[in-house]
């Protein structure tokens, strides 16, 4: 009977070893998933954009929304032919990795100034943040230059256009269909410099393609049509126009208001200088000032203690602030609004920071979409190994596929903490007097 005893809780030693061991496994790689910021059109914009050799030329842009640390980001002068295909090959691209540097989250609001990017070693990127602070950057952008064709901005105008690809794990060493097809991106801003009478389309400003009934389609990997997803004059932005002097362009106008605001702003070909000034280098020190939005998070915690779910945030600027959602979910990816707070700010205006608490009971935030799977299924497995003998290892199977499964459908699997409770997300929705919203980080609810 001892022995029999002995054997049965090595048995259930083991197999708590071998849950904890999937447990930790399935956390590091769910966070390693989340860890990617998937941006919408417009959270980048471009400022400025110059070629004065092939050895002295760069571009600047800044960002209008959150972005996590780990975030992958391409910057590419590759061109498309309406919603089939890439343009001309061959073209380069650069590979951002956000916060690879800091260690941080990129908050709203960064203007980023990038030098010389045609070769890996020459390329110098600066960061000017919401908060004001400098910092240099390029190794963020360190190696990232495609091997087969190297990012070369052209003489007499090129696109930019930044995108992010669909899975954050795609991989790839040179842009073409076969390689990356269109279906696998998802674009965020563009500009185009590129200007001919005869090829520039009279209603979106940039290159005529084949869906515009141009028989050859692209013909030079100066043109592109407007990328897939965007709209000139609403997310990207075309400069091309007579007597534009296509190797430079800078953005002239403010860098204050709302993200809506900003965007069209920096949409806006009248608000920037292309036209008479000889083409020079674009730095940072050609902006003063920061981008002004009207929300800079400082601190997001959330905590659930004696029954209350505790949400706690501060902010180091707000403008034209209405309110705050609080947003719940547990899988991390579908939100549901759990409560609002108004603006503590004047009239939704404040220079300094401002603290918030939101208290809700967490039962109630239970029920936000039903318990995870693996939930339920981690409960199951415990309970069958006390009396199945064959259980341990099929069981264990069974949830790490599972847990793949579903996060190949969601990019993300709710599983239970250390404690057995489920996990809750949480994250703020920022709500602009013009109705426009921007997202906070996503954190998880500590036990507390």
């Given at each position: 009977m001892i022995k029999t005893n002995f054997k049965a809780a090595l048995k259930a030693r083991r197999a708590k070893s071998y849950l904890?061991?999937?447990?930790?496994?399935?956390?590091?790689?769910?966070?390693?998933?989340?860890?990617?910021?998937?941006?919408?059109?417009?959270?980048?914009?471009?400022?400025?954009?110059?070629?004065?050799s092939a050895s002295n030329a760069g571009f600047s842009f800044v960002t209008l929304n959150r972005i996590s640390r780990g975030t992958v980001?391409?910057?590419?002068?590759?061109?498309?032919d309406g919603t089939t295909g890439w343009g001309l090959a061959p073209e380069g691209y650069i590979k951002w990795t956000v916060g690879n540097s800091t260690g941080q989250d990129l908050l709203p609001g960064a203007i980023v100034s990038v030098v010389s990017p045609q070769t890996t070693g020459g390329l110098v990127a600066n960061m000017r943040t919401a908060a004001g602070a400098t910092v240099t950057i390029t190794s963020e952008f360190a190696g990232s230059v495609a091997p087969s064709a190297t990012f070369n901005m052209s003489s007499g105008g090129d696109p930019l256009l930044v995108f992010q690809t669909k899975s954050p794990t795609k991989t790839f060493t040179q842009?073409?269909?076969?390689?990356?097809?269109?279906?696998?991106?998802?674009?965020?801003?563009?500009?185009?410099?590129?200007y001919n009478t005869t090829t520039i389309n009279p209603v979106t400003r940039w290159t005529l393609g084949t869906q515009d009934g141009r028989v050859d389609g692209i013909t030079s990997v100066q043109e592109s049509t407007v990328p897939p997803g965007l709209t000139n004059g609403v997310n990207c932005v075309s400069l091309g126009a007579a007597g534009t002097n296509e190797n430079y362009a800078k953005y002239t106008g403010p860098l204050s208001g709302s993200r809506a605001q900003i965007i069209?702003?920096?949409?806006?070909p009248s608000n920037w200088d292309a036209v008479t000034t000889p083409a020079t280098t674009i730095t940072l020190a050609n902006f003063t000032g920061n981008v002004v939005l009207p929300v800079v998070f400082n601190?997001?915690?959330?905590?659930l203690k004696n029954g209350k779910l505790i949400v706690d945030w501060s902010t180091v600027s707000e403008t034209n602030n209405a309110y705050f959602e609080v947003q719940g979910s547990l899988n991390g990816v579908e939100f549901v609004k759990l409560g609002t707070m108004a603006s503590k700010g004047i009239n939704g205006n404040s220079s300094q920071q401002l603290n918030y608490q939101f208290i809700a009971d967490s039962n109630n935030a239970l029920l936000l979409s039903g318990f995870g799977i693996l939930t339920l299924l981690g409960g199951a497995l415990l309970l069958s190994l006390r009396n199945r003998k064959a259980i341990l290892l099929p069981g264990?199977?069974?949830?790490?596929?599972?847990?793949?499964?579903?996060?190949?459908?969601?990019?993300?699997?709710?599983?239970p903490d250390s404690t057995g409770h489920q996990q809750i997300f949480i994250r703020i929705a920022q709500v602009d007097k013009d109705g426009t919203t921007s997202?906070?980080?996503?954190?998880?609810?500590?036990?507390?």
């Open positions: 904890l061991t999937f447990a930790v496994f399935s956390l590091l790689w769910l966070n390693d998933v989340k860890a990617q910021t998937a941006l919408n059109p417009g959270d980048i914009c471009f400022v400025g954009y110059y070629r004065v980001i391409y910057i590419t002068e590759m061109g498309v842009i073409n269909d076969t390689n990356l097809p269109l279906t696998d991106v998802n674009f965020i801003t563009g500009i185009t410099t590129d069209a702003l920096m949409t806006n601190g997001l915690k959330a905590g264990i199977a069974c949830m790490f596929l599972v847990a793949l499964g579903s996060s190949s459908c969601s990019k993300s699997v709710t599983v997202f906070s980080k996503v954190i998880n609810a500590v036990l507390q």
